[in-house]
């Protein structure tokens, strides 16, 4: 069945950088759009980046400039680098496929936490 497992969450400081990575399995991952999704607490989860299986990007205006989103197709793994991270960035960030109506999905990996804090 499909799995997505997210990693590489952690504490750090503004300004600072993190790279996330997202590892799917029971999908067809070369052709998959995917994307990376956050919740922070109390507040509705939201769509960050996306990327298409060519590497078109898109992102959240909220990110653009500071987070990068990319993919191996070879390790069936999607990546986001975080950068100039700001108290606003911590959340549970999440990956799973792509779309405006991502709320109806009713599977999500256990996500991983991204604490920005000095």
């Known amino acids: 069945q499909v799995r997505f497992v997210e990693s590489g969450g952690g504490l750090v400081q503004p300004g600072g950088s993190l790279r996330l990575s997202c590892t799917a399995s029971?999908?067809?991952?070369?052709?998959?759009?995917l994307g990376w999704y956050r919740q922070a607490p109390g507040k509705q989860r939201e769509l960050v980046a996306g990327i298409t299986s060519g590497s078109i990007v898109n992102y959240a205006d909220a990110v653009k400039g500071r987070f990068t989103i990319s993919r191996d197709n070879a390790k069936n793994t999607v990546y986001l680098q975080l950068n100039s991270l700001k108290p606003e960035d911590s959340a549970v960030y999440f990956c799973?496929?792509?779309?405006?109506?991502?709320?109806?999905?009713?599977?999500w990996g256990q996500g991983t936490q991204v604490t920005v804090s000095s």
């Open positions: 029971g999908i067809i991952f070369s052709t998959s759009v």
């Open positions: 799973n496929f792509y779309a405006k109506d991502y709320n109806r999905y009713t599977y």
